[in-house]
Nanobody, 120 residues
Framework: QVQVVESGGGLVQAGGSLRLSCAAS????????TGWYRQAPEKQRELVAH???????NYADSLKGRFTISRDNAENTVCLRMNSLKPEDTAVHYC??????????????WGQGTQVTVSS
């Protein structure tokens, strides 16, 4: 059983910062990569940032320079630091973990999501 839990969302004023955390736990062999996605009301879920276990990162073009993704491999956690937040960043933010089981099958797990609300 694998669990993915996000934390750190909340309400912040425009220009403020938030730090989201994603923790994976359970029985698996290794984590290949972790991504943060977000979904605003009536919009499709979109990639925010993605990081592989070796540390290769990828960001949505519109968010480069404001958001930073990092990981702690020993703790199986990934953080997303969001600076200079704007009202249009308001969305439910989801963590997705790509991992290998002990049988070396590859699976992808989603967390429940954490709400980020930016007031103007």
């Amino acid at each position: 059983q694998v669990q993915v839990v996000e934390s750190g969302g909340g309400l912040v004023q425009a220009g403020g910062s938030l730090r989201l955390s994603c923790a994976a736990s359970g029985s698996f062999f290794s984590i290949s990569a972790t991504g943060w996605y977000r979904q605003a009301p009536e919009k499709q879920r979109e990639l925010v940032a993605h990081i592989t276990t070796p540390g290769r990162t990828n960001y949505a073009d519109s968010l480069k320079g404001r958001f930073t993704i990092s990981r702690d491999n020993a703790e199986n956690t990934v953080c997303l630091r969001m600076n200079s937040l704007k009202p249009e960043d308001t969305a439910v933010h989801y963590c997705n973990v790509e991992l290998c089981t002990h049988r070396l099958d590859e699976y992808s797990y989603w967390g429940q999501g954490t709400q980020v609300t930016v007031s103007s």
